[in-house]
């Protein structure tokens, strides 16, 4: 029997965060649940694809872009299940084991979001994100994903955006978006160099405007600034 899991990994210049996020997979490999590796790069000028390549990963590389960098690396995935996680995202210990319990389900499933930094202002942060993913079933990208390929792709898979995506396949779900008993520790790099209350508004900010109908390329634009 194959095992079920295919990870997706969309990266631009991730060489800094990748091996910690890849380290963590060991446990689902050694439990038997990962059968492949995908790594979407967006044109990664760094160290990034050789890292791929000595972790055995699969590799596709187009333009940058999020949302057509998933849909790429889902594209290659043999899977029945997917996991989707960012570059910085780190599994905590015990997520395979979380994981396995859920296989049997025809769910999608998000993870708790942590940060790697300590204070109350990563606490607060992360407490609210935690908080809008049970109350609206909203998790963004860094609280990982683990759903089904049949239900992906039932509902569309992931749009061809530049950002928001996550946000729009969690819309897509519609109620079939639960949270799983495991913490995905992200980085606070952003946050810590931006501010946390400035950085924390502005996503925010982000959600509201493309809840409200803004146009996804518009607001990439704008983030990147």
Known sequence: MRAPISVVIPT????????????ALGEGL???????????????????????????????????????QLRRGVAMAQGDWLL?????????????AAA????????????????????????????????RSRAMGLPYGDQ??????????????YPDIPLMEDVALARALDGRLHGLDAVAMTSAEKYQRQGWLRRGGRN???LARYLAGADPEGLARGYRR
């Open 12 to 23: 631009l210049d991730a060489a800094w965060h990748l091996p910690a996020c890849l380290g």
């Open 30 to 68: 050694n439990d038997g649940l990962i059968r492949e590796l995908i790594i979407s790069d967006g044109g990664s000028g760094d160290a990034t694809l050789a890292l791929a390549e000595a972790a055995g990963a699969e590799v596709v590389v187009g333009p940058p872009s999020r949302g057509a």
């Open 84 to 96: 989707i996680l960012h570059a910085d995202t780190v599994l905590m210990p015990g997520w395979a």
């Open 100 to 131: 396995a319990r859920i296989l049997g389900t025809a769910e999608a499933w998000h993870f708790r979001l942590a940060f790697d930094a300590t204070g109350p202002a990563p606490r607060m942060v992360a407490g609210w994100a935690n908080l």
């Open 144 to 157: 990982g994903l683990l759903i089904p390929r049949a239900l992906y792709d039932e509902v569309g898979g």
């Open 204 to 206: 925010l900010t982000t």
